[in-house]
Each structure stands twice: as structure tokens, then as C-alpha cells.
């Protein structure tokens, strides 16, 4: 019995003696492994981070006036291309070329100068100059004469006041100076258009407000 004591006293002594060895040295090492894992993803998302604030350098006024001249631009050279096919008028249809020819120039630059201020500008028309375009496509003769020349006239007045806006209170120089070089091909517009209308539309179509 005094044997028996013996040895389960010393295995058991040995067992507990020779556990708390592997213990320690597994703790370390996985310790050890945490901070590199949590530091590379931390470092890659600050790098990302400031990529994308080094973006536009146009204020938030100047962007949303880059992307709706952008915008309007696309919308009067696809207008510009119906009225080519679908108008009776001669002056209509020079109205038309003339739309194509100065807003695809106008445009061109626009997106010269969006790629210099890494903005991106709009490549299609929105859902609003869509159905504009759909709508007049589905019109010829004198009927798209009157209905083209009188948008026309309206789309110039306020395409001029937000072009001379941006030329006044611009904040970024190379958008201001864009939006003034492009004001009076702006400003010969309706004055062509103003021509056009009075020629389908009498002297109802001279009014501001059409």
C-alpha cells in the first residue's frame, strides 16, 4: 500500500509538474502574432483613405455646375440633330447645325478641364433630356418648328444666367474662366434663336418668357 501511494503520489506530481511547461509558450508566441495582423489592415485603410481625399479639387458648387453644363450640353447637341432631320424651317434647321457644332466644341472642353480637376462629368443624358429628345423626335414639320424654337429660347436664358453666375461667383479659376470664354457663344444663341422663333412663331415667340 505504501508502494502504491508512493508511485500514484509521484505521477501524479510529475503530471502536474509538467503540464504548466507547454502552456507558457504557446501564449507568447500568439500574442506575439496579434499586433502584425492588426496593423497591416489598419495601415492599408489609412493609405486608401487619403487616395480618395485627394480627389476633385472643385468646390461643390463648382462640381454640380460642371455636371449640369455637362448636362445641357449633351441635351442641345441631341436636340440640335433632330431638329437637322425633323425641322421645315431653313432657320430651324441652321439653329440645329449650329447647336451640334458649338456644344460638342464646348463640351470637349469641359472635358478637358473635369479630367485636370479629377471629376467625372456625365456621359449620357439624364431621364428628364431623354424624354425631351423622344418627345421631339416624334414631331416634324412646323409643329417641332414652334415647339423646338420656343425651348430654345427658354433653355438659353437660363443656361446664360447660370453660366454668368459661375463666371461671377466661381470659386475655382479655370471653371470661371470656362463659363466666361463660353458665355457669348451662349448669348449668340438666343439671339439666333429669338431670330428662329419669331420666323415659325410670330412675335410671340420673342417673349423672355417662352
Same mark, same amino acid.
Given at each position: &500500500?505504501? *508502494?502504491q501511494?508512493?508511485?500514484?503520489?509521484?505521477? =501524479?506530481?510529475? &503530471?502536474?509538474?509538467? +503540464?504548466? =511547461?507547454?502552456? !507558457?509558450?504557446?501564449? !507568447?508566441?500568439?500574442?506575439?502574432?496579434?499586433?502584425?495582423?492588426?496593423?497591416?489592415?489598419?495601415? &492599408?485603410? $489609412? =493609405?486608401?483613405?487619403?487616395?480618395?481625399?485627394? @480627389? $476633385? /479639387?472643385? $468646390?461643390a458648387?463648382?462640381?454640380?455646375?460642371?455636371?449640369?453644363?455637362?448636362? @445641357?450640353?449633351?441635351?442641345?447637341?441631341?436636340? @440640335?440633330?433632330?431638329?437637322?432631320?425633323?425641322? /421645315?424651317?431653313?432657320?430651324?434647321?441652321?439653329?440645329?447645325?449650329? #447647336?451640334?457644332d458649338?456644344?460638342?466644341?464646348?463640351?470637349?472642353? +469641359?472635358?478637358?478641364?473635369?479630367a485636370?480637376k479629377? *471629376?467625372?462629368?456625365?456621359?449620357?443624358?439624364?431621364?428628364?433630356?431623354?424624354?425631351?429628345?423622344?418627345?421631339?423626335? @416624334? &414631331? /416634324?414639320?412646323?409643329?417641332?418648328?414652334?415647339?423646338?424654337?420656343?425651348?430654345?429660347?427658354?433653355?438659353?436664358?437660363?443656361?446664360?444666367?447660370?453660366?454668368?453666375?459661375?463666371?461671377?461667383? =466661381? $470659386?475655382?479659376q479655370?471653371?470661371?474662366?470656362?463659363?466666361?470664354?463660353?458665355?457669348?457663344?451662349?448669348?449668340?444663341? +438666343?439671339? +439666333?434663336?429669338?431670330?428662329?422663333?419669331?420666323?415659325?412663331?410670330?412675335?410671340?415667340? #420673342? /417673349?423672355?418668357?417662352?
Amino acid at each position: &500500500m505504501k *508502494i502504491q501511494y508512493a508511485l500514484s503520489f509521484a505521477l =501524479g506530481t510529475a &503530471m502536474c509538474l509538467g +503540464l504548466p =511547461g507547454p502552456a !507558457p509558450a504557446q501564449n !507568447p508566441d500568439t500574442k506575439a502574432t496579434q499586433p502584425d495582423k492588426m496593423t497591416k489592415p489598419e495601415k &492599408m485603410s $489609412s =493609405g486608401k483613405k487619403s487616395k480618395m481625399e485627394a @480627389g $476633385s /479639387s472643385l $468646390s461643390a458648387a463648382d462640381a454640380k455646375f460642371a455636371h449640369e453644363a455637362a448636362l @445641357g450640353g449633351m441635351a442641345e447637341v441631341e436636340m @440640335g440633330k433632330v431638329a437637322v432631320q425633323k425641322a /421645315s424651317n431653313e432657320k430651324v434647321k441652321q439653329f440645329g447645325q449650329r #447647336m451640334i457644332d458649338d456644344h460638342t466644341k464646348a463640351g470637349d472642353e +469641359l472635358k478637358t478641364l473635369a479630367a485636370k480637376k479629377s *471629376i467625372t462629368l456625365p456621359t449620357e443624358l439624364d431621364a428628364k433630356d431623354k424624354a425631351m429628345v423622344d418627345k421631339m423626335s @416624334g &414631331m /416634324s414639320g412646323a409643329a417641332f418648328d414652334k415647339a423646338y424654337m420656343r425651348d430654345m429660347v427658354k433653355d438659353h436664358h437660363k443656361d446664360i444666367a447660370e453660366f454668368q453666375k459661375e463666371a461671377g461667383n =466661381g $470659386s475655382d479659376q479655370d471653371l470661371k474662366g470656362w463659363a466666361s470664354a463660353t458665355l457669348p457663344t451662349l448669348q449668340e444663341h +438666343l439671339r +439666333l434663336a429669338q431670330e428662329a422663333s419669331a420666323a415659325v412663331n410670330g412675335k410671340e415667340a #420673342m /417673349s423672355p418668357k417662352q
